[in-house]
């Protein structure tokens, strides 16, 4: 069965520095997509990067990258240049390929807090 | 291009009573979603809609009916209002076609705080 894993339930990172919030995941398809949204404390949900499980190179966004390694079946974003404004909860979702666009799964997600 | 829109943003019931929330999307989406956001869990997929007039059940839909009778909109209902289904309540939307890096990703409303006593 699909699972998502964020062991992390906060994080603090000083301003500036790099950050790397852990995701682990568990499905038994070879074709899957991984994603990182962002909910900051106003509530909305952002898409930040997505990267297919056979993207052979890690997806990044801006300041965004996601740290993708299948074998150990890890998706860990990593931010850098760390901005007070990425203060936020951040969740970890896997949809299998063979749901077509639903039944994504998220983890239980990762607070931030950036340290001024 | 407002995105995705829920009706209402807040609403208290007491238990036993009905309602509906309201999503609206106007991106010409296939793919809409209803979630339930509680403390330490994540988001978990109630229902959801892979076509106008087609739904189906997620993780958690007991409790809980939808309808999809129009593209852009996708309402959810709650029949007999429990304490347990206290909690925030998201839509999204999708598209079926994605190209380069793009990968289904979700278009989310702002969300639905609901509050039953």
């Known amino acids: 069965a699909q699972k998502i894993t964020q062991t992390q339930p906060g994080m603090f990172v000083q301003e500036k520095e790099a950050v790397t919030l852990d995701c682990t995941y568990d499905?038994?398809?070879?074709?899957?997509?991984l994603f990182w949204y962002k909910q900051p404390s106003s509530g909305e949900m952002i898409f930040l990067i997505y990267?297919?499980?056979?993207?052979?190179q890690n997806a990044t966004e801006g300041r965004y990258s996601l740290n993708f390694q299948k074998a150990r079946k890890s998706a860990n974003l990593v931010i850098s240049a760390s901005q007070l404004g990425d203060s936020a909860m951040y969740f970890c979702?896997?949809?299998?390929?063979?749901?077509?666009?639903?039944?994504?799964?998220f983890g239980a997600g990762t607070r931030l807090f950036v340290k001024a | 291009n407002a995105g995705v829109t829920q009706t209402p943003k807040f609403r208290v019931l007491k238990t036993g009573q009905s309602m509906t929330l309201l999503c609206a999307q106007d991106m010409n989406h296939e793919y809409m979603y209803w979630y339930r956001q509680d403390p330490g869990m994540g988001l978990r997929l109630i229902h959801y809609?892979?076509?106008?007039?087609?739904?189906a059940k997620g993780e958690v839909p007991d409790g809980y009916n939808v309808s999809r009778l129009k593209k852009q909109n996708f309402l959810l209902g709650l029949e007999s209002a429990a304490p347990s289904q206290t909690s925030v309540y998201f839509c999204a939307s999708s598209s079926v076609a994605h190209s380069g890096t793009s990968g289904y990703e979700q278009y989310f409303g702002p969300g639905t705080r609901l509050t039953v006593t």
């Open positions: 809609s892979v076509g106008e007039g087609t739904t």
């Open positions: 990267q297919g499980s056979y993207d052979e």
């Open positions: 499905t038994s398809d070879q074709s899957y997509g």
């Open positions: 979702a896997m949809r299998e390929a063979n749901t077509g666009g639903f039944k994504t799964i």
